[in-house]
T-cell receptor, first 113, second 116 residues
Framework: DSGVTQTPKHLITATGQRVTLRCSPR?????VYWYQQSLDQGLQFLIH???????AKGNILERFSAQQFPDLHSELNLSSLELGDSALYFC????????????FGPGTRLTVT | AQTVTQSQPEMSVQEAETVTLSCTYD???????LFWYKQPPSRQMILVIR??????QNATENRFSVNFQKAAKSFSLKISDSQLGDAAMYFC?????????????FGTGTLLAVQP
């Protein structure tokens, strides 16, 4: 158990819908990273938050957004969902901004039908 | 831009034997870290081993060790005394420390099967 929690574990929704994925980092970790794992794109970085502020963006679609709240949990919002958004979404946390030790949550499996 | 290449989509090893997974990377940065992550069927991403680029000594964690060749930009993982529980997808990853984006860049993975 990495100490990082993600909810829900599984999510099935229809095209055009909006969903919110939630991540709680390890106790004391200020950084949260979001990654997407799909069959065609592999594992890719989406976005990084540190202590409530966005630090870096990767290949994140404009339909996707994220935020980190004062209690340090983070939410990834996916809207206007398409079939191609079906993937496993991971969050990872680390203590500082360096990202050297990133501990991954169990992931949320999103299926868009 | 940094890239990570894993040229072996699948590997197989007999239980108790040794196997080496290959990884090459491309970067112009000097301060970086390399990692091997394991993803078993549960899909959990588990950090196996980490190597700091500034360290010449190869990292070792129990049965797992790396062969880090900085000049060749090669970072292979050796698993000794393979166990059934080692069966998983293994990802090589790169992190540019101190860069604008301290993100992990992953290879495409190597699926390791362990035969009893």
């Amino acid at each position: 158990d990495s100490g990082v929690t993600q909810t829900p574990k599984h999510l099935i929704t229809a095209t055009g819908q909006r969903v919110t994925l939630r991540c709680s980092p390890r106790s004391g970790d200020l950084s949260v990273y979001w990654y997407q794992q799909s069959l065609d794109q592999g594992l890719q970085f989406l976005i990084h938050y540190y202590n409530g502020e966005e630090r870096a963006k990767g290949n994140i679609l404009e339909r996707f957004s994220a935020q980190q709240f004062p209690d340090l949990h983070s939410e990834l919002n996916l809207s206007s969902l398409e079939l191609g958004d079906s993937a496993l979404y991971f969050c990872a946390s680390s203590a500082g901004t360096g990202g050297i030790e990133q501990y991954f949550g169990p992931g949320t499996r999103l299926t868009v039908t | 831009a940094q890239t990570v290449t894993q040229s072996q989509p699948e590997m197989s090893v007999q239980e108790a034997e040794t196997v080496t997974l290959s990884c090459t990377y491309d970067t112009s940065e000097s301060d970086y870290y390399l990692f091997w992550y394991k993803q078993p069927p549960s899909r959990q991403m588990i950090l196996v081993i980490r190597q700091e680029a500034y360290k010449q000594q190869n990292a070792t964690e129990n049965r797992f060790s790396v062969n880090f060749q900085k000049a060749a930009k090669s970072f292979s993982l050796k698993i000794s005394d393979s166990q059934l529980g080692d069966a998983a997808m293994y990802f090589c990853a790169f992190l540019n420390y101190g860069g604008a984006t301290n993100k992990l860049i992953f290879g495409t993975g190597t699926l390791l099967a362990v035969q009893p």
